[in-house]
Antibody, heavy 125, light 110 residues
Framework: EVQLVESGGGLVQPGGSLRLSCEGS????????LSWVRQAPGKGLEWVSG????????YYADSVKGRFTISRDNSKNTLYLQMNSLRAEDTAIYYC??????????????????WGQGTTVTVSS | QSALSQPASVSGSPGQSITISCTGT?????????VSWYQQHPGKAPKLIIH???NRPSGVPDRFSGSKSGNTASLTISGLQAEDEADYYC??????????FGGGTNLAVL
């Protein structure tokens, strides 16, 4: 079974940092792009960041560019999101998601067909 | 970049059909066929139900269908069932090399 499990969420003060992890199982992660999507309390989904299968190419929403860094360790089947200079508006459930593979290719803008259960980040003093 | 525009809510009776619109611009929905739709039940992670405008992943009932015309994509659910009651989100690739979600639509099955 293909599965993603996030961890690393918690309470952090404004201006602080946090690193989220997302461990995958049941698939060879190097073949797939991966993404982070967040959902603020009572709000809709917001795409945060995406990364290519090999980890060379990374992409960010304007709202997090320069503050968040996405990375991956395919030897550990793990995706990361380093979040710095956190703000109250970053408070959300953070989901990691696996992008589809279509005709042997996987890009961050393909559909997200497997999602983790989410990890909650709260930025507050 | 502003979210794609979706109606806040739609409703229908069991057995009926409903359509949810997702309006973007010529820089996102209108420019690319990388439009996806997700279903999210309360307290759960989203589930992919449509990708590349009109393709259904394996296991998604054929009651769910997608289409696009110009800058607007649409999700149609026919033969509404009680378990279809959920939030629905569209997303699109954009010319800024990003992904944009819609604001979400709450579907009530009355």
């Amino acid at each position: 079974e293909v599965q993603l499990v996030e961890s690393g969420g918690g309470l952090v003060q404004p201006g602080g940092s946090l690193r989220l992890s997302c461990e995958g199982s049941g698939f060879n992660s190097i073949n797939f792009a991966l993404s982070w999507v967040r959902q603020a309390p009572g709000k809709g989904l917001e795409w945060v960041s995406g990364i290519s299968g090999g980890g060379v190419s990374t992409y960010y929403a304007d709202s997090v560019k320069g503050r968040f860094t996405i990375s991956r360790d395919n030897s550990k089947n793990t995706l990361y999101l380093q979040m710095n200079s956190l703000r109250a508006e970053d408070t959300a459930i953070y989901y990691c998601a696996k992008n589809q593979e279509i005709t042997s290719r996987s890009y961050f803008y393909y559909g997200m067909d497997v999602w983790g259960q989410g990890t909650t980040v709260t930025v507050s003093s | 970049q502003s979210a794609l525009s979706q109606p806040a809510s739609v409703s229908g009776s069991p057995g009926q059909s409903i359509t949810i619109s997702c309006t973007g611009t010529s820089s996102d929905v209108g420019a690319y066929n990388y439009v996806s739709w997700y279903q999210q039940h309360p307290g759960k992670a989203p589930k992919l139900i449509i990708h590349e405008v009109s393709n259904r992943p394996s296991g998604v009932p054929d009651r769910f269908s997608g289409s696009k015309s110009g800058n607007t994509a649409s999700l149609t659910i026919s033969g509404l069932q009680a378990e279809d009651e959920a939030d629905y989100y569209c997303s699109s690739y954009t010319s800024s090399n990003a992904v944009l979600f819609g604001g979400g639509t709450n579907l009530a099955v009355l």
